[in-house]
C-alpha cells in the first residue's frame, strides 16, 4: 500500500517564474492539503483540497492555487515566484478528516528553492 | 487566534533515559485534537501520537505517552527508554473539530530538535 508520494523531490526555480508540485494521496484517501515549511519552522497550512474543491484556505495569497483530480491526486502552484517562496511544501492526505477516520498522513515533501 | 507553542528549541537525552518535550495551545474551541509529529532528517513528517480534547485519559503509544492538562492548555511528550532512531525534530500541531465533525487544517508549533547521546 503506497503512502502519500510527492514530486518533483527538489526544485530550482529563479524569481517570477512558476511551479507545478504533485501530490497522490494513500490508496483510499479523498482529501488532500497543503503545508508550507519554511526553514526552522513549523509548516504552515495553504489549503485543503475535499471532491475537487479548495475546502478551507490558510493565510497565503492567491499567486498559490491549487486543483485536485478524480483520482484525487493534487497539484500546488505557485505563480510569480519570490525568493520568500523556498521552503519545504508538504502534502498530506486524509479520509474526508472526519471525526473518527484517522489523521493526516505526510508525504516526503518537496524542496524548492528560489534563486 | 489559535497557537502552538514549543518552548524548548532544542533538547538532548541519553539513550535509554527519559525526556519530556512541552507544548502549550491557546484556543477557545472546546472540541479539538492535539498530535505530536516526529520529522527525521528525511523530512517526512511521521505522526507519534493523537490526544481527543474529550478524552480525560492520557494517551500512550509505546514508548510515548502524553500528558493532556487541558485547563491549562498544556500536552507534553514524554519519551522512555530513548533510542538513537527517535532523534528528530518533534512538533507539537492542534486542529479543531468542525460543526459536522470534520477535522480543520493542523496547526504547529515551531519544534523542538531532540538529539539522543550514545
Known amino acids: 500500500d503506497a503512502g502519500v508520494t510527492q514530486s518533483p523531490t527538489h526544485l530550482i526555480k529563479t524569481r517570477g517564474q512558476q511551479v507545478t508540485l504533485r501530490c497522490s494521496p494513500k490508496?483510499?484517501?479523498?482529501?488532500v492539503s497543503w503545508y508550507q515549511q519554511a526553514l526552522g519552522q513549523g509548516p504552515q497550512f495553504i489549503f485543503q483540497?475535499?471532491?475537487?474543491?479548495?475546502?478551507q484556505r490558510g493565510n497565503f495569497p492567491d499567486r498559490f492555487s491549487g486543483h485536485q483530480f478524480p483520482n484525487y491526486s493534487s497539484e500546488l502552484n505557485v505563480n510569480a515566484l519570490l525568493l520568500g517562496d523556498s521552503a519545504l511544501y508538504l502534502c498530506?492526505?486524509?479520509?474526508?478528516?472526519?471525526?473518527?477516520?484517522?489523521?493526516?498522513?505526510f508525504g516526503p515533501g518537496t524542496r524548492l528553492l528560489v534563486l | 487566534a489559535q497557537t502552538v507553542t514549543q518552548s524548548q528549541p532544542e533538547m538532548s537525552v541519553q539513550e535509554a533515559e527519559t525526556v519530556t518535550l512541552s507544548c502549550t495551545y491557546d484556543?477557545?474551541?472546546?472540541?479539538?485534537?492535539l498530535f505530536w509529529y516526529k520529522q527525521p532528517p528525511s523530512r517526512q513528517m511521521i505522526l507519534v501520537i493523537r490526544?481527543?480534547?474529550?478524552?480525560?485519559q492520557n494517551a500512550t503509544e509505546n514508548r510515548f505517552s502524553v500528558n493532556f492538562q487541558k485547563a491549562a492548555k498544556s500536552f507534553s511528550l514524554k519519551i522512555s527508554d530513548s533510542q538513537l532512531g527517535d532523534a528528530a525534530m518533534y512538533f507539537c500541531?492542534?486542529?479543531?473539530?468542525?460543526?459536522?465533525?470534520?477535522?480543520?487544517?493542523?496547526?504547529f508549533g515551531k519544534g523542538t530538535k531532540l538529539s539522543v547521546k550514545p
Open positions: 484556543t477557545s474551541e472546546s472540541d479539538y485534537y
Open positions: 483540497y475535499y471532491e475537487e474543491e479548495e475546502r
Open positions: 490508496s483510499g484517501h479523498d482529501t
Open positions: 490526544q481527543e480534547a474529550y478524552k480525560q
Open positions: 500541531a492542534y486542529t479543531v473539530i468542525n460543526y459536522g465533525g470534520s477535522q480543520g487544517n493542523l496547526i
Open positions: 498530506a492526505s486524509s479520509l474526508e478528516l472526519r471525526r473518527d477516520q484517522e489523521t493526516q498522513y
